[in-house]
């Protein structure tokens, strides 16, 4: 089993920016590819960002390219989304996500943290 606990969300104004921390713990957490999504109130819940096992594989929902970056730490057990020139549409509940197959659909992914609240107000 997979535990995962997202940290980091807040409230901000447009235009600032959050730094996002996934920390993951379990077995062989570091061989698995690691993503966020988000759910915005009255929106199912939406790819944002994933990276591979490795950290050098990355890819991201068209709406926050150049805006925000996913990486994997040292150590390979924490997952971060920075996240730069926040607008009020980025407004969502941010969910960290693990599993064993890159990609952008959720059912890709078989651990799920409880989610962290940004909050961007104009």
């Known amino acids: 089993q997979v535990q995962l606990a997202e940290s980091g969300g807040g409230f901000v104004q447009a235009g600032g920016s959050l730094r996002l921390s996934c920390a993951a713990s379990?077995?062989?957490?570091?061989?698995?590819?690691m993503a966020w999504f988000r759910q915005a109130p009255g929106r199912e819940r939406e790819f944002v960002a994933v990276?591979?096992?490795?950290?050098?594989?990355?890819d991201y929902t068209n709406s926050v390219k150049g805006r925000f970056t996913i990486s994997r730490g040292n150590a390979k057990n924490t997952v971060y989304l920075q996240m730069n020139s926040l607008k009020p549409e980025d407004t969502a509940v941010y969910y960290c996500?693990?599993?064993?197959?890159?990609?952008?659909?959720?059912?890709?992914?078989?651990?799920w943290g409880q989610g962290t609240q940004v909050t961007v107000s104009v």
């Open positions: 379990g077995r062989f957490v570091v061989d698995y590819i």
């Open positions: 990276v591979s096992a490795s950290g050098g594989l990355k």
């Open positions: 996500a693990a599993g064993s197959s890159f990609g952008r659909l959720d059912n890709h992914y078989n651990y």
